[in-house]
């Protein structure tokens, strides 16, 4: 572990990596013990390992002690929950099967450069809020439970392939639980007509149809 401040000191819970990546190896934590579900975890840089998730797991708030690179937690392929704050400079590493659940006020979302990826992005609560402070890749649903999520211009893709199209589930009524939604690629996959050598794209309709005038 690299030198402590007098502060971090008085933390429970902090990261050390001195064994490995693994999330569930006591002596991955500095009082050799694995955080209890919904405590407060902190993680410093400049550890030899950057904490892999093993399985679900519940955390209250987040704290990335001092910045650097690489620096962040993976959420590899499991739901990480914070029902807390997240602070500090450090990101989140997604991937195409990860889920990440909000259950208060998160403050900014950083997603790891070229593992900026989600399956589900939820807001577990009315109450819960977040900021996207990075692109972000989105392969499944985001869902908001009445709370707010402010894009912040960034660069958001609601993801498509053959099996499934990203989508953004109910909004309150009058939409304001999402804002800064002005950088949103939402992609639509098309199947060929007969799958093989000489085949191309089949007519596909991708607006919707109207008739008089109308806002879409």
Same mark, same amino acid.
């Given at each position: 572990l690299p030198a402590i401040g007098a502060d971090e000191y008085k933390m429970a819970n902090i990261w050390?990596?001195? @064994?490995? @990546? &693994?999330?569930?190896t006591t002596s991955n934590w500095d009082n050799i013990?694995?955080?209890?579900?919904?405590?407060?975890?902190?993680?410093p840089f400049g550890v030899p390992n950057m904490p892999f998730l093993d399985a679900n797991r519940t955390v209250n708030n987040l704290t990335f002690l001092r910045s650097g690179t690489p620096f962040y937690v993976n959420i590899n392929g499991h739901t990480l929950t914070i029902n807390g704050a997240i602070t500090g400079t450090g990101t989140l590493t997604g991937s195409t099967s990860s889920n990440l659940t909000l259950g208060g006020a998160a403050g900014n979302l950083n997603f790891t450069p070229g593992a900026d990826s %989600?399956? &589900? !992005? =939820? !807001?577990?609560?009315?109450?819960?809020?977040?900021? %996207?402070?990075?692109? !972000?890749d989105v392969y499944g649903t985001i869902k908001l439970n009445d709370g707010g999520l402010n894009l912040a211009a960034k660069h958001l893709t609601l993801k498509s392939n053959a099996t499934n199209t990203a989508r953004i589930d109910v909004l309150k009524p009058d939409g304001s639980n %999402? =804002?800064?939604? =002005?950088?949103?690629t939402m992609e639509r996959w098309i199947p060929? @007509?007969?799958p093989g050598p000489g085949t191309g794209r089949r007519y596909q309709l991708l607006t919707p149809t109207v008739t =008089?005038? @109308?806002?879409?």
């Open positions: 050390s990596g001195n @064994t490995s @990546t &693994d999330w569930n013990i694995v955080p209890a579900t919904g405590a407060s975890v902190s993680v %989600l399956n &589900d !992005l =939820t !807001l577990s609560a009315s109450s819960a809020t977040a900021t %996207l402070n990075s692109s !972000l %999402l =804002t800064g939604a =002005t950088n949103v060929m @007509t007969n =008089t005038s @109308t806002s879409i």
